[in-house]
């Protein structure tokens, strides 16, 4: 079915996938603290508000913003967005302090992160975990959603396997989103076809979708050894893991966001990135969606986000 998607749907859509993976982003990291056992979330026992997000969400505020205001990515706007907001206290990682702090001084973009990890670029998890509203936006277009993200992720990740990371994760987003307006739920294997069918097959992120596939109903343990949890923070270890889990619960916002907890690794970003695709589909305050009381607990969002 082919259909016109206005410009307020679209942000609707990415505001919704945002609140996903912000408080995946926020509650994931409440996990990181020592002392806080995954147990607890599966008990239902919830950690004291606010939670705080993270990089992931910063990131993704900015990604958003430049959806709403240019209708799409413009690599020299978002690179200098995610430069100039970037806190130090939101938990980034070595590799894009390095990036960021380039672009800040002037350094053009592609050198920026071309120049990284020795000249290889990054195939870190960042762009990945920042990229779930572009999906969201481009809803009735895997082909754009997968442009655009391979534009928000060539800003700081210059490696095919960042690159395919952030194009694996958005098509996800797309392919959720599309089901949430289409009145149906896509089915897990036809959801990770359809992302392995967007990706360079010359890259280990398809290799892991693919293996997602075959892992579906398998227990999180043995998916987790197959798949990784995001604990060497590459593209690699965290998509094909995050996809797995999306699709598996993407009814079921809070079942998604238990497994990233219980799976341990890093945390704030798989249950950003699951719970993103997640809410891409089951929206906010609905059955299986964003709880509203744990999305009152999350801190709020920045106040430049439009
Ligand atoms: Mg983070």
């Known amino acids: 079915m082919s259909f016109t998607l206005f410009p307020d749907a679209r942000a609707a859509l990415a505001r919704d996938c945002l609140a996903g993976l ?4 926020a509650l994931g990291a409440q996990f990181l603290v020592p002392g806080r056992p995954a147990a607890d979330l ?5 950690p004291p508000a606010p939670w705080e997000w993270t990089d992931d969400t910063e990131m993704a ?18 690179a200098l967005a995610f430069a100039e907001r970037a806190e130090p206290r939101r938990g980034y990682g070595p590799g894009a302090v390095t990036i960021l702090r380039l672009i800040r001084a002037g350094t053009p973009w592609p050198v920026a992160a071309a120049s990284a ?52 994760v958005a098509v996800a987003a797309a392919l959720a989103a599309r089901g949430r307006l289409d009145g149906y739920r896509p089915a897990p294997d036809r959801l990770l076809a359809g992302v ?14 693919r293996r997602a596939a075959d892992l579906l109903g398998r227990p999180l343990p ?28 993407l009814d079921d916002y809070p079942a998604a966001v238990g497994a990233c907890v219980e799976a341990g690794g890093d945390v704030d970003t798989t249950a950003a990135i699951a719970g ?12 299986g969606g964003v709880p509203g009381d744990w999305l009152a607990a999350r801190e709020p969002l920045p106040t430049w986000l439009p």
């Open 196 to 209: 392995a069918a967007a990706l360079d097959p010359a890259t280990e992120v398809h290799r892991r979708v």
């Open 61 to 78: 505020c900015s990604v958003l913003a430049e959806l709403v205001e240019s209708g799409g990515i413009d690599r020299d706007r978002l």
């Open 276 to 287: 993103g695709v997640v809410a891409a589909y089951g929206g906010v305050g609905d059955p």
């Open 222 to 249: 043995q998916v987790v050894a197959a798949l990784g949890n995001g604990s060497r923070v590459t593209a690699q270890d965290t998509v094909g893991f995050t996809l797995w889990v999306a699709a598996t619960h």
């Open 42 to 46: 599966a008990a239902g026992r919830l």
């Open 117 to 168: 990890f020795d000249g290889q670029g990054s195939c870190g998890n960042g762009a990945a975990m920042r990229v779930g509203p572009v999906g969201a936006y481009f809803a009735d277009s895997t082909a754009r959603a997968a442009a655009h993200a391979r534009a928000s992720a060539e800003v700081t990740h210059a490696h095919p396997e960042g690159i395919a990371g952030a194009v694996a």
């Open 22 to 25: 912000s408080v995946g982003d």
